[in-house]
């Protein structure tokens, strides 16, 4: 089983690094939200122990980025905070458990084995249209059977689509899901991913997949489109 432990407190994190991998876990370790979002997306985990403070934000955000882009991974928040509020916004952010800091390894340990015995009975589907493929658990994607390397937006905008295939996904949609922001102030720059994401898809002699709907937003086409 591997895990990411993303924890600022370089003391800390070396004691539950140490801890996790006397119990068999792979555990990778990041200090920030940059660093767990790079680690999130291009290595597969069973399980993120998540710091809800660090240094370039709230992992509570880094946690919304995740369920964003279809990332099913168990996370287990970490937090000093113990006011009601804070344990709702994590587990509203889509948060699988919330453990109090200071706490016993003990209680982490039972909490983590729990959380990966529920994820063995959830696994997220694999999405196939035509022939491309998008595994949510594995983060992979191939069309035709070859590898395509996408950006955490692309993935998650991709996969918004595959989701509805035939279906308009709204522009509105897919900037509050994926920016949690207003579609206005973000039109162009969803528009570059995009476009960036049909070169990628739709490559040279390969059915194209990916359509504008000029006014509305994008689609997946169907199997019965022309």
């Not at 099913?72 to 804070?86: F, G, Y």
């Not at 699988?96 to 982490?108: G, I, M, Q, S």
């Not at 950006?151 to 709204?170: C, D, I, N, Y």
Request: glycine share 8%; charged share 30%; aromatic share 4%.
């Amino acid at each position: 089983m591997r895990i990411l432990l993303v924890e600022d407190d370089r003391k800390a994190a070396g004691l539950l690094v140490r801890g996790l991998r006397e119990e068999g876990f792979v555990v990778d370790h990041a200090a920030s939200l940059a660093e767990a979002d790079e680690a999130a997306f291009v290595t597969t985990h069973d399980l993120i122990v998540l710091d809800g403070m660090l240094p370039d934000g709230d992992g509570v955000a880094l946690c919304r980025t995740l369920r964003a882009r279809g990332q099913q991974v168990p996370v287990l928040m970490l937090t000093a905070r113990d006011a009601l509020s804070d344990r709702v916004d994590g587990l509203n952010a889509g948060a699988d458990d919330y453990l109090t800091k200071p706490f016993e390894f003990e209680e982490l340990l039972a909490r983590l084995r729990a959380l990966l015995r529920r994820s063995d009975m959830t696994r997220p589907p694999v999405l196939v249209a035509d022939d491309l493929r998008l595994d949510p658990a594995s983060l992979q994607v191939t069309r035709a059977g070859r590898p395509v390397e996408l950006t955490p937006k692309e993935f998650a905008l991709l996969q918004a689509l595959m989701r509805q295939p035939g279906a308009v996904v709204p522009r509105q949609r897919l900037a509050e899901q994926i920016w949690h922001g207003d579609p206005l102030a973000i039109d162009n720059l969803i528009d570059a991913h995009m476009s960036k994401l049909r070169r990628k898809i739709d490559a040279a002699g390969a059915r194209p997949l990916i359509e504008t709907v000029r006014g509305r937003g994008f689609r997946l086409r169907g199997p019965d489109d022309a």
